[in-house]
């Protein structure tokens, strides 16, 4: 009986299929049933029989039988043999061009991610880099030599450029540090940039220097890094431009997402992506954030706003308050457990700006109205956003703008009450637990500041929805190893690190799917499967509800669907 209703359904749809305006009906273009469909609505696990896509939108989420009312002839339906689909992934905070900067560089990644432990892998792998033909364009036309990717809290010591020099070649050479914060240039490289002994440290940043001598010793901290690495970015060529935005969302694509961020935008960058968005070469929902000093006047094209044009928004403002804890350049109000080579004992980090040119930014987000993410680490940046959100909002008055407090790593209990009053959005970076979780308690924070670091529970606990980013490419942009951390907290060496602060895998899946949605002004469009949502998906070969959490990271993504194409199956 069954059967017949829908033969004579199918028919029905076949018929109407042939006239013009089968367009308009409801026939799916696509059904998926028999697996764990995960919707990711609502505050528990729910789950469908059956999604019905046309369009690349979501036509229907239900019972198997009303789905098969929307076949037609030409449905596909695919039978998922008891895998779990469930909304793509959607990126809180990464740097999607930054990780095309990746896929072009010498990757100099440690375990897990890579092999480098010592200096001289770093040199091993470059001089590797520099000798290998496919490179020798891009060095040319960069005129540039890019590693990507070095720990100091994985090596025997911190690289200089006195060891970059051992490299054979005549270029400048840049590795850049994971962190994305700070990066290390040989001689030819210092030179070509301009740092020499008459360089005076800029604001927010710091030039290292040779013990005892005002040479620098090769190593940027902060802003002329940026600096360096944007003029060198800058002076990329389309062609590499769209290698690094088809490497970027490849990466992405292969761990599930379907939404992606380019959260610090240059101008270049910016350039890129609206080049990319023109030829059809985004697969994906890419949205920009520009710098906020160096490229906010893209602000005024028609980017910007909610709506995406070919797959591309821009949709606001990045600022950056402060570094990273572990590189030791994250704002604190307390001193380091261990204090970096050459900084006294209290030393406690520093700020990007002091707080009258900070408070004036917020206000200029505010006043023209533009969503303002900003990167705080130590809880003396964070302090700084706390009050000069504050300050704006009283000035223009309560309106749900969403600011975002990128990492916040080092929140304080009583920071996220002001958290909750004044709609700060908190993006955290629990993944750090993982990568340097044991450094964070043994150098960077000590305790008991390292096990509060990225306080999930205590944010959850005071009524606020969170975020849970990779911040590639300072990592991978690997959702299972976010939900790994999020929920266990488990460091590279076994340890846990503050398992007070782990949520449930439900929760560390709704920090990438539903809440990542609502911190782009996305929730009725993206994050669940509803009706009328977009049609992004990813599959899963196990249901991260039923493993083991200790598991998390076995579990492989086997395809992402972005409205309702395919982007990614597993090989
Ligand atoms: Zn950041
Ligand atoms: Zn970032």
Redesign the pocket.
């Known amino acids: 009986m069954k059967y017949r209703l829908i033969m004579i359904v199918s028919l029905i749809g076949a018929l109407v299929s042939g006239c013009d305006s089968a367009k308009n009906s409801a026939s799916a273009d696509t059904i998926y049933v028999d697996g764990d469909i995960l919707t990711m609505e609502g505050d528990t696990p729910t789950y469908a029989e059956a999604v019905a896509v046309k369009d690349g939108e979501i036509l229907f989420v239900g019972d198997r039988q009303t789905a098969f009312t929307y076949r037609t002839e030409a449905t596909d339906v695919i039978n998922l043999e008891g895998k779990t689909f469930m909304p793509g992934f959607i990126d809180s905070?990464g740097?999607i061009y930054g990780v095309g900067l990746q896929t072009i560089s010498a990757r100099l990644l440690s375990p897990p991610d890579g092999t480098v432990t010592t200096v001289a892998d770093i040199l091993t792998i470059m001089q590797a880099y520099i000798d290998d033909p496919v490179n020798q364009e891009l060095i040319t036309k960069t005129g540039w030599i890019i590693g990507f990717g070095y720990d100091d809290s994985l090596l025997d010591f911190y690289p200089t450029a006195k060891d970059l020099d051992k490299l054979d070649t005549d270029y400048p050479v840049m590795i850049i540090h994971t962190s994305?914060h700070l990066s290390v240039l040989n001689s030819k490289g210092l030179e070509v940039a301009g740092f020499t002994a008459e360089t005076e440290n800029p604001q927010g940043g710091i030039i290292r220097r040779k013990a005892g001598t005002n040479e620098p010793n090769g190593v940027l901290e902060e802003m002329p890094f940026i600096v360096t690495i944007f003029g060198i970015m800058n002076s990329f060529d389309e062609n590499i431009q769209a290698a690094m935005i088809k490497g970027g969302q490849d990466l992405y694509a292969s761990y599930g997402f379907t939404t992606a961020q380019e959260?610090?935008a240059s101008t270049a960058g910016l350039q890129a992506l609206e080049r990319a968005s023109k030829d059809g070469k985004l697969v994906m929902d890419v949205v920009a954030y520009a710098d906020f000093q160096r490229a906010k006047d893209s602000l005024s094209t028609s980017y910007y706003g909610q709506t995406y044009t070919n797959r591309y928004r821009i949709g606001g403002v990045k600022l950056g308050f402060d570094g990273s804890p572990q590189g030791k350049t994250a704002w604190l109000t307390h001193a380091y457990h261990v204090a970096p080579d050459g900084q006294p004992a209290d030393y406690a980090g520093y700020g990007s700006y002091p707080d009258a040119k900070a408070f004036a930014l917020i206000d200029e987000a505010f006043e023209k109205d533009w969503q303002v993410l900003v990167?705080a680490n130590g809880d003396a940046a964070i302090d700084q956003m706390i009050t000069g959100i504050a300050l704006a909002t009283e000035k223009y008055g309560p309106k749900d703008r969403r600011p975002v407090l990128?990492h916040g790593q080092t929140l304080r209990q009583d920071q996220i009450g002001k958290l909750a009053e004044l709609d700060i959005f908190p993006s955290l970076f629990p993944i750090h637990t993982f990568y340097w979780g044991d450094w964070h308690e043994q150098s960077v924070l000590g305790q008991p500041r390292a096990d509060f670091i990225s306080p999930a529970k205590a944010v959850l606990e005071a009524g606020l929805k969170f975020t849970s980013h990779h911040?590639a490419p300072?990592v991978l942009p690997n959702a299972m190893r976010i939900l790994s951390a999020t929920v266990t907290r488990r460091t590279r060496s076994g340890k846990v690190l503050g398992p007070d602060q782990s949520v449930s895998t439900y929760i560390a899946l709704k920090s990438i799917t539903d809440w990542a949605a609502y911190q782009l002004f996305e929730e009725a469009d993206k994050g669940t499967l509803a009706v009328g949502k977009k049609a992004d998906f990813v599959i899963l070969d196990q249901n991260p509800l039923k493993v083991d959490p200790d598991s998390l990271m076995e579990i492989k993504v086997l395809q992402t669907i972005s409205a309702g194409k395919v982007i990614y199956e597993k090989p």
């Open positions: 905070h740097h994305l959260a610090r990167h990128i911040d300072v």
